[in-house]
């Protein structure tokens, strides 16, 4: 089958590679769609990152470069394992692509039973740092990953599941409740997801500080209730009109000192700034800002089956209100140049771009 595999940086290559075995307790996936990922760009410019190391591999699963990418899919079941239950061949699947104690058969750990195997002592994810990833024409995962898909949700919509679930995740976790007003610094493919949860979730109002244009529109379109463009006007001048209080949650979601500042000055004494960013070097905090206030600083990873299972709910509802998140469709083929070329190129034109690896 044909695999689109990370061999190095900025080194990928479609390759012939065999079809993955599929044991007893797994289930063979026809995949379907892909999206491709910050962390995909990240690994193909300067990985491997999360990838497995040169030298060693992965320690938890094995696995070795090169490796499958991709880890925002959907797909049909083609093969159930013998000992698998409650799977049928045919039924529409996305999949939850972080891996805990369960699927390499320990025992689960102290935090997996804490509620968090999101953070397992064990976590690697299919398409990142285990065998077989999204970007194939198959893939083997195994059943506690799946996630079956009402008929009103597309396979291509079902791609946006991992994303959406991502943002789903740090709403919930950071503590935000229905009639409370957040502020979103940053609306890349998170920053417009976590815009769109937010008002799923009942948000009252909804700030987003964005200087791309392209962006800021997306983030409209998302439900946010006001739009600041930070170079033009003074996000916590505007912010103090309209909130004297403060917001209750800020989400962190560029990665820089400034954006971080006003995240921590944006928030109501009590609330909490939430960091969803990736950074690339340590930043400083005033930590009196913070111990004054009682405003808590939090940060999340990743998403849990709880919030899988919301977001395909909310997709069954309101599937049409997200199917602009995805600006480009490329099939596998034109991958590297269409997709992940592009985003290297032309990356703030562009939210989601999907791989279509077999159409419906
Ligand atoms: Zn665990």
């Known amino acids: 089958?044909?695999?689109?595999?990370?061999?190095?940086?900025?080194?990928?290559?479609?390759?012939?590679?065999?079809?993955?075995?599929?044991?007893?307790?797994?289930?063979?996936?026809?995949?379907?769609?892909?999206?491709?990922?910050?962390?995909?760009?990240h690994e193909y410019q300067a990985g491997p990152?999360?990838?497995?190391?040169?030298?060693?591999?992965?320690?938890?699963?094995?696995?070795?470069?090169?490796?499958?990418?991709?880890?925002?899919?959907?797909?049909?079941?083609?093969?159930?394992?013998?000992?698998?239950?409650?799977?049928?061949v045919g039924q529409r699947v996305t999949v939850n692509p972080a891996m805990?104690?369960?699927?390499?058969?320990?025992?689960t750990c102290e935090v997996c039973q804490s509620g968090r195997p999101n953070v397992c002592m064990n976590s690697t994810f299919y398409g990142i740092s285990a065998q077989g990833g999204g970007f194939a024409e198959e893939i083997v995962v195994k059943p506690c990953s799946l996630f079956p898909l009402p008929d009103n949700v597309s396979l291509k919509l079902a791609a946006l599941v991992e994303p959406l679930s991502v943002s789903t995740h740090m709403v919930r976790i950071s503590g935000f409740r229905r009639g409370q007003d957040a502020l979103v610094l940053g609306a890349g493919p998170i920053g417009s997801a976590l815009v769109f949860m937010l008002k799923e979730a009942g948000a009252r109002r909804v700030f987003v500080s964005e200087t791309i244009e392209l962006r800021a529109a997306r983030a409209k379109q998302a439900g946010a209730d006001r739009?600041?463009?930070?170079?033009?006007?003074?996000?916590?001048?505007?912010?103090?009109?309209?909130?004297?209080?403060?917001?209750?949650?800020?989400?962190?979601?560029?990665?820089?000192?400034?954006?971080?500042?006003?995240?921590?000055?944006?928030?109501k004494p009590g609330g909490c700034i939430f960091n969803v960013a990736v950074h690339e070097r340590p930043i400083t905090i005033d930590m009196n800002l913070l111990t004054l206030k009682e405003r808590r600083l939090m940060a999340g990873n990743a998403y849990t089956a709880e919030d899988f299972r919301k977001v395909v709910d909310v997709l069954s509802v309101k599937g049409k209100e997200v199917e602009s998140f995805i600006t480009k469709v490329v099939p596998l083929q034109d991958a590297i140049a269409g997709?992940?070329?592009?985003?290297?190129?032309?990356?703030?034109?562009?939210n989601k771009i999907l791989v279509e690896l077999s159409p419906e």
């Open 1 to 41: 089958m044909r695999a689109l595999r990370f061999h190095d940086a900025l080194d990928l290559r479609m390759d012939d590679v065999e079809r993955p075995q599929c044991n007893i307790d797994e289930v063979r996936l026809k995949v379907a769609y892909c999206g491709i990922c910050g962390t995909d760009s």
């Open 49 to 88: 990152i999360l990838c497995p190391s040169k030298e060693h591999g992965n320690l938890i699963s094995g696995a070795k470069l090169p490796q499958v990418l991709g880890h925002e899919f959907s797909g049909t079941v083609t093969e159930v394992g013998d000992s698998v239950k409650g799977v049928q």
């Open 100 to 107: 805990d104690d369960r699927h390499y058969g320990l025992e």
């Open 227 to 267: 739009i600041i463009h930070p170079l033009e006007e003074d996000v916590l001048k505007v912010l103090k009109q309209e909130m004297p209080n403060g917001v209750d949650v800020a989400f962190e979601a560029c990665g820089l000192q400034s954006t971080l500042d006003t995240a921590i000055a944006a928030v």
């Open 339 to 350: 997709g992940f070329e592009e985003l290297v190129k032309n990356r703030s034109k562009h």
